[in-house]
């Protein structure tokens, strides 16, 4: 399913579930524990001098979950997760391989209160990108399997009641590699930037 078919697919639920819902505000008894199921678009930007030579990835669909814990009403912490994702790699358009990688990011998170069922907020914090299972060229292309960077994040969630809630959410992160292509003659090529922007709508639920 295409990222504009999956925002229109949530958009439906969206509408459905808001038929009739109150302006709900959670209560100071609510859980602090909140999980959210996402799809999310990443849209690479292919980006350093890597990606200057044409070395590029293709942008892709994800599911995405999140765990966050309010420690208060206004502030929170939010762990983001999903499965390694595949990759393909192309250079000045051609394919060349495959790639997947792990990207965990763990945020801090200002949210804010008193808008009634609108509950905005923004985050900053920290990703980790593991590369993995790296088929490039045969080989003969190789890159650096860690990252680590700054991520930050901008969103809301409309609750539909005490429990439920739509979500949308946008999120920057900073990862790139080091790519070396000597073994398929390039020579190395330097920082390779991914420094994706992630699109995501979704559902929360609040315990």
């Known amino acids: 399913m295409s990222f504009h078919k999956t925002v229109l697919a949530f958009a439906a639920a969206a509408t459905t579930l808001a038929t009739g819902a109150a302006f709900a505000q959670t209560g100071d008894d609510a859980s602090p524990w909140m999980l959210r199921l996402r799809a999310v678009h990443i849209d690479s930007d292919n980006g350093g001098s ?10 892709k ?6 765990i966050s814990y309010f420690f208060t009403p206004n502030w929170a912490a939010e762990l983001i997760l999903t499965y390694p994702q595949k990759h393909d790699v192309r250079l000045n358009g051609s394919k060349l391989g495959t790639l ?3 990207p965990p990011t763990l945020l801090a998170q200002y949210h804010v ?14 990703n980790y990108t593991r590369f993995s299972n790296v088929d490039i060229a045969g080989g003969a292309v190789t890159i650096k399997k860690n990252s680590w960077g700054p991520a ?3 969103g809301f969630d409309y609750a539909l009641d005490k429990n439920w809630s739509i979500n949308f959410d946008v999120k920057k992160v900073y990862m790139d590699t080091k790519v070396d292509a000597s073994g398929a003659g390039l020579g190395h090529l330097g920082t390779f930037k991914v420094n994706p922007v992630l699109v995501g709508v979704g559902l929360g639920y609040r315990f």
Do not use: M, R
């Not at 890597?50 to 942008?59: D, E, R, W």
């Not at 209160?113 to 920290?126: C, E, R």
């Open 152 to 154: 930050l994040q901008v």
């Open 113 to 126: 209160t008193g808008l009634g069922a609108f509950k905005p907020y923004v985050g900053a914090g920290v």
């Open 100 to 102: 997947k990688h792990l």
């Open 61 to 66: 669909t994800i599911p995405e979950i999140d």
């Open 50 to 59: 890597a990606g200057a030579a044409g070395v590029s990835i293709k942008n």
